[in-house]
């Protein structure tokens, strides 16, 4: 792609999602050899460490190609991710969440904060600095409407969801941050669902008892089906982020001007609110794991009028 691409064509976006370090876990015995000699490392940790050095040579062999090519320097580079670690349940790996509470499968914040950075020689031309912690709430719906923004692009079609942050970025001096708030939504694991939450600020609400399971042995009650958001009657718990990252005090009972504000939050979002398909859904029937001729075992879309498309190098 990049070998074949033209000034002529304009700039290019290339968007990379790699399968590792995704479960399963399975690497070539050279990365994994990398590690036989750290004695205090967990086998999975080992694997993972493996995947993520395979990982890091290949963004390696992305950006020599970008030199190769005389792009490299009005080069921006996005690495993020769709979720935390999964640290207890969801095929645990030797991933790790730090501080964070939990990990994937949960509202924890271990489950659904993901560091990103942003790098790239363009970069510094566009923002005059070396580093920086941003540390103001961003979604990953954000992400189009600030490339856009760096770019000098305007998006087609639909009104878009995300927020640019590229003035706040800059260093430019705003009333407020770009993004103040942002719905969480649901984890569900073992039939259990739990949740919703909601982020406004430094505060977080998660309704019901529980974010998830911490531990393999330990699955802690959640609803049998995604609870409806906001209602009176529920039990809420609320963290201050910047004070309590961790997510250990629950101060709703401090605070509950601060609860009723994001509880009534969490009902504006239950109003437009769709569920998932689940595999018992009559028009969407899931039939499990296909035997594939190219892949063998695969997850595929099941739902009427999906299209298998696979393709084989």
């Known amino acids: 792609i990049i070998d074949s691409h033209q000034s002529t064509d304009g700039p290019l976006f290339l968007y990379l999602a790699h399968q ?5 876990d399975e690497v070539p ?4 050899s990398k590690y036989k000699d750290y004695k205090n490392w967990t086998g999975k940790r080992k694997m993972y460490a493996a995947m993520l050095t395979a990982v890091d040579e290949s963004v390696k062999n992305v950006t020599l190609a970008l030199k190769d090519k005389g792009m490299w320097n009005d080069t921006i580079i996005i690495a993020t991710t769709d979720n935390g670690g999964p640290t207890a349940v969801c095929m645990v790996q030797g991933s790790s969440n730090g501080y964070r509470r939990g990990g994937k499968c949960t ?42 923004t ?28 770009p993004r103040e708030e942002l719905f969480v939504g649901y984890a569900q694991f073992n039939n259990m669902w ?15 008892k529980s974010g ?9 009650k959640g609803s049998p089906a995604p609870a409806s958001g906001g209602i009176w009657n529920a039990t809420y718990s609320l963290f201050n982020l910047d004070s309590d990252p961790e997510e250990r005090h629950d101060v709703s009972r401090d605070y509950p ?4 504000i994001m509880r009534k939050k969490l009902a504006l979002y239950q109003e437009s609110y769709v569920p998932p398909i689940q595999p018992t859904d009559p028009s ?16 595929i879309p099941w739902c009427d009028g999906a299209l298998e498309i696979v393709y084989s190098t």
Not at 29 to 32: D, G, H, N, V
Not at 194 to 208: D, E, H, I, N, T
């Open 20 to 24: 590792a370090v995704h479960y399963p």
């Open 29 to 32: 015995s050279e990365y994994l």
């Open 107 to 148: 509202v924890w914040e271990g489950g659904t904060t993901g560091d990103a950075f942003l790098s790239g020689p363009a970069v510094e031309s566009l923002y005059d600095m070396e580093s920086e912690v941003y540390t103001d709430l961003f979604h990953a719906v954000d992400w189009l409407p600030t490339l856009a």
């Open 150 to 177: 760096m770019t000098g692009s305007t998006p087609e079609g639909k009104p878009l969801d995300g927020v640019s942050h590229q003035e706040r970025l800059q260093g430019k001096s705003q009333s407020s941050p």
């Open 194 to 208: 739990y949740g919703p939450a909601v982020r406004w600020r430094s505060w977080k609400l998660l309704q019901g």
């Open 212 to 220: 998830g399971p911490e531990s393999r042995t330990h699955f802690p």
């Open 257 to 260: 001007m601060i609860v009723d």
């Open 284 to 299: 969407c029937p899931y039939n499990g794991i296909e035997n594939t001729t190219e892949f063998g075992p695969t997850y």
